[in-house]
């Protein structure tokens, strides 16, 4: 509900509803889930404002998956026939009547896969309510490995549960068809209220004073978090590297013509895709050490970030693969080269270069991602900004100074995908506007 009312507000004719779509879904998207669990779980409680864990988590994840919902729904109503949209409103249709009778129907039945897959990412993503002791599956599975020393055994039943879980939901992606006006209506007057309390209590209990605000001004504090963003970003940096590189091979692997090789790397994106990667930081930060595994908690992090992000990548770059015309593969083959060599020379570099926009995209969730490592003591900015808060008895400010410097990097990376979304657009056009008039090119027979 939430999310269909952002997308309505989002393509609205009433420029603030616009801005004030866009601004919640820049802000939520672009903040790491674990920081925003954090604000509002421990951070919230400074301002009156205090649920149950289970009711937070369910706050949390559907103010979360609500900014994903509204831009899979806002694309699905820009590949709405413009002709339609007019023909409604020529018979005398209000903005309201006109989505809810003739654009959002479509834009739902468009836009079911992709919503699919955000709602399978929704039941993964509930792995993180065990970071505010919500009894899921997760959580469970940190108790049986804690109660019984067995990491591997308690890791393949989580990762079993999960997989049982989300592989019938990617299976049966129809979603509900609904008339939703007055379901949108009653979300945006509810975010209005929502927003407007916060604000009140904000201001009653003094947590807008001045000097709540004023330690996060000080130079020590902020080179501490500039330090704690330093450590996240090698994470995720290192991480990054390693992923794309193993993800290309799987990737070309789960398109090789040996079957043993292709299902080798079908089992482990599937697997390790479907996997939670807050399950992969526990097994890896607290069961490998179990098991003899004596390392830093950075290389238990970036372990945890390559192994789920190296799947997710393997899908895109295939992806880019299977985009390209088939008979370039042909004429690769007609050149004399082989099967890897045509993949490596002519296919993969073309491939990429299609996929930029998905890959940068997938690059700044792993940066929202890699905040997870403060469940393993690693040192990165929400720890610090954690330290921070409990220092100077300010942890609502210090939390979201925190997300401001998450939201600023990831806001600048998702601007970076979004360019290269464009540029790779015009491209086509571009060459073929290059291209000289055919009777430049044959010559005379």
Known sequence: MVGTA?????????????????????????????????????????????YPAFTSSIIVLGAYT????????????????????????????????????????????????????????????????????????????????????????????????????????????????????????????????????????????GQLDAARWRPLTELAVVRFLLGGLANTLKAALLAMAAAMAIGLMLALGRMARNWVTRNAAGVYVEFFRAVPLLLLILFAGLGMPRMGVDWRPFWFLVLALVLYNSAVLAEIFRAGILSLDRGQREAASAVGLSYWQSMMIVLVPQAVRRMVPSIVAQLVTLLKDSSLGFVITYDELLRRGQQTGEFFNNPLQALVFVAGMYFIVNFTLGRVAGWLEARQRRRPRAAAAELPPPEQVLEPV
Not at 8 to 37: C, D, K, M
Not at 102 to 115: D, M, S
Not at 119 to 144: C, H, M, P, Y
């Open 66 to 205: 609500s900014s994903f919902v509204a831009e899979t729904l806002r694309s699905g109503v820009n590949s709405v026939a413009t002709g339609q949209a007019e023909a409604g409103r020529a018979i005398g249709l209000r903005f309201s009547q006109l989505l809810g009778v003739i654009v959002l129907p479509q834009a739902f039945r468009t836009v079911a896969a992709p919503l699919g897959s955000v709602f399978i990412a929704l039941t993964k993503n509930s792995s993180l309510a065990s970071l505010i002791s919500v009894l899921e599956l997760t959580e469970v599975a940190g108790r049986l490995n804690t109660a019984t020393a067995r990491p591997i055994a308690v890791f393949l039943g989580a990762a079993i549960g999960y997989l049982i879980l989300t592989l019938p939901s990617g299976w049966a992606v129809g979603i509900i068809e609904r008339k939703v006006a007055i379901a949108t209506v009653i979300s945006l007057a509810f975010l209005a209220f929502l927003v407007l309390v916060a604000v009140r209590r904000l201001q009653s209990t």
């Open 6 to 50: 952002v997308a309505a507000a989002r393509v609205s004719p009433v420029p603030p509803l616009r801005a004030a779509g866009a601004v919640w879904v820049e802000v939520i998207r672009n903040t790491p889930l674990a920081v925003q669990f954090v604000i509002f779980f421990f951070g919230f409680t400074k301002i009156g404002i205090q």
